[in-house]
């Protein structure tokens, strides 16, 4: 088995394509850090004097504003006044804010890219022909899948370390090492969440790699399924990209309709959990591991079941 | 009973309602080369693809070298070294990255000496690590050899080897598997070039819609004492006819120009005829024993299949 993972790595990496999705997110991240930079401006050291005049000014608007627009005002009120009372600087800047706010966005080119490669893990196989010269070899079709898919999934961890360790350098680099367990503040659905900077990016992290890996499960299966690489991929991408608008319209059914919540759109983005304990109403993050697990499952016999029954005859 | 190098037994494919193998049963011996004839659409590849478990058999069973496939599947598909269609390679790795994987997949370890030993054997030695993409058809037959016989097979299976080679490749690989089949290796090969097949095969099967309908070895095609047409080559052909026609009994004697004439006769009349000749004058230059092709002999068996169907 080894040596089939070896084999595979070792085509994935003779590839020119494998490296440039590496640098693409080095890329990426680089850019993150420049821009970040450039849009951050100089840090205000009093800040806590601005922003007790900015509480002043919107006090002075409430007591003109009318009612409806007088709760909207005292509600920015009261974020600010959190920020104050906990001594949050909403401004702050490190290397971990940066990994937080910035970095964590680059995960979406780190599942693009693993889609990618995923759906063109077989298909191309199929596609150049080799997938015949590739299976009359004395071992069995599964053993030849799985090492495909273990590959995968190894080559999808190095696009994330590469996005994580060259996020930490790239920050450390344009705003210098900050506090890892800096207060700060999250918007989220029901208000604003006190968290710390460091252990909430690995707990978004935590979160999005169950995602990562049913996202290049759906991937690898197409990519079984057809013989056209090109179609694999772009089949791959559509589902990637459907998913998130098909998970809001699911948010809307499940006010309606129990059935909503056994459809597998809206777990599939569990970093929600970071910042909220519930979805969908009054769905928790077991329950949607649960249904995660059992599309899994689904997904990975359906490939392996027809990979295993199906003639080669191209 | 001594085991044979391949031994397929009622080989059957079916897909929907379509018999495309319907009980096929044949043998190869050690050191054979054994041929698999017949028109396109006629179930070669899906027996050869069925033998190296590219497809699912319908029926029937594969023992190779005494191993049945269904039993031990891995030392089964051990033995045996493939080449299906044009071998197909990762065109953006060097020729011996490529073998290096296959390497790597076989059961028994293959040394580096030994990757090395086989690109010397099909002459890849000067672009063993430039990429394939650079190869030529030509070469990327040669390397499709080299990876079928990496790990030592007893049993090289091809189908439609010669495809898309020009005629002095398709000279080098016929030498190529003779020399192989002369150290041992025995050998299945398809393809619906007659003539290619004749200079190639110890026995062949041919088949037909699916069926096995005719296995012949090749001695069978050219029994000596059968008789055969004849051409001699002569100062005057018409004189000779006639006094061909005096003096003995022949059945097909026919002109063909003014120095060329053809007769239907077996072994022993040709020297008759060549002393005849000669007593009356007649300048011989040359005599020509017109070989029956095997693309006759196919012509004729299938041609007899055809009619059995009719009947």
């Known amino acids: 088995m080894i040596s089939l993972i070896r084999n595979e790595l070792m085509k994935m990496f003779q590839k020119k394509s494998s490296w440039i999705y590496l640098i693409i997110i080095l890329i990426a991240v680089i850019a993150g850090g420049i821009i970040s930079n450039a849009v951050a401006g100089e840090p205000d050291e009093d800040w806590k004097a601005t922003m007790k005049a900015e509480v002043e000014e919107l006090q002075k608007s409430a007591d003109e504003a009318s009612e409806g627009e007088k709760q909207y005002i005292q509600e920015q009120i009261q974020q600010k006044q959190q920020y104050l ?51 009359i070899r004395p071992h069995q079709r599964w053993a030849i899948l799985l090492s495909k898919y273990i590959s995968i999934l190894i080559y999808a961890l190095v696009l994330l370390l590469t996005m994580i360790v060259s996020g930490y350098l790239v920050g450390l680099i344009a705003f210098g090492n900050g506090d890892f367990s800096a207060k700060i503040f999250e918007m989220a659905m029901d208000g604003q969440k006190e968290a710390a900077v460091g252990p909430q990016f690995f707990l978004k992290m935590a979160y999005y790699l169950p995602s990562l890996l049913i996202i290049t499960a759906i991937a690898f299966m197409l990519s079984t399924l057809f013989k056209s690489q090109a179609l694999a ?17 699911m948010v809307f ?8 919540k056994f459809v597998i759109f809206p777990h599939l983005d569990l970093t929600v959990y970071a910042l909220q304990d519930k979805i969908l109403g009054d769905v928790t993050l077991p329950f949607s591991l649960m249904i995660l697990t059992i599309y899994y499952a689904i997904f990975m016999i359906l490939t392996f079941v027809f990979f295993q029954k199906r003639d080669i005859s191209i | ?81 493939a080449i299906v269609e044009n071998p197909e390679f990762y065109k953006y790795m060097s020729g011996y990255k490529n073998l290096k994987h296959y390497a790597n997949m076989a059961l028994k370890e293959v040394s580096d000496e030994r990757i090395k030993e086989v690109v010397k054997l099909v ?108 051409v001699f080559e002569v100062d005057n052909s018409q004189e000779a006819v006639d006094v061909v026609k005096e003096q003995i009994e022949v059945s097909s004697i026919k002109v063909i120009s003014d120095q060329q004439f053809s007769v239907h006769i077996n072994r022993a009349g040709i020297g008759t005829i060549n002393r005849l000749l000669i007593s009356n004058e007649i300048d011989v230059f040359g005599i020509n024993r017109v070989e029956a092709t095997l693309e006759d002999r196919f012509f004729e068996i299938t041609n007899q299949g055809v009619k059995e169907e009719v009947k």
């Open chain 1, 233 to 249: 991929v772009g089949i791959g991408i559509f589902v990637l990209f459907v998913s998130s608008t098909l998970g809001g319209l």
């Open chain 2, 1 to 81: 009973m001594a085991t044979h190098a391949l031994e397929v037994r009622s080989l059957t494919k079916v897909i929907g309602k379509k018999k495309l193998v319907d009980d096929v049963s044949f043998s190869v011996e050690k050191g054979e080369i054994f041929g698999l004839l017949g028109p396109n659409g006629a179930g070669k590849t899906t027996i050869i693809r069925m033998i190296v478990s590219l497809i699912k058999r319908t029926d029937g069973a594969v023992i190779i070298n005494g191993t049945n496939l269904d039993e031990q599947y891995k030392d089964a598909m051990s033995e045996m070294g």
């Open chain 1, 85 to 135: 009372d906990k001594d949050v600087n909403p401004d702050a800047q490190s290397n971990w804010h940066f990994m937080n706010e910035v970095v964590y966005g680059v995960t979406i080119l780190v599942t693009l890219l693993s889609v990618i490669v995923a759906s063109a893990s077989v298909s191309s196989e199929f596609a150049d022909g080799t997938i015949k010269q590739l299976l």
């Open chain 1, 253 to 260: 059914l499940a006010e309606k309709y129990e059935w909503a």
């Open chain 2, 123 to 230: 002459k890849l030695e000067d672009v063993m690590h430039k990429k394939v993409k650079t190869y030529s058809l030509g070469m990327r037959q040669r390397l499709g050899v080299a990876q079928a016989l990496l790990h030592n097979p007893s049993l090289l299976i091809l189908d439609e080897p010669t495809n898309g080679l020009d005629p002095q490749g398709i000279r080098e690989f016929r030498d190529y598997l003779h020399t192989l089949a002369g150290q041992g290796m025995s050998v299945l090969v398809s393809s619906h070039l007659l003539s290619e097949m004749q200079l190639m095969c110890n026995r062949f099967a041919i088949l037909e819609k699916g069926k096995l309908i005719h296995i012949a070895s090749m001695n069978e095609t050219s029994e000596i004492d059968e008789a055969k047409e004849v």
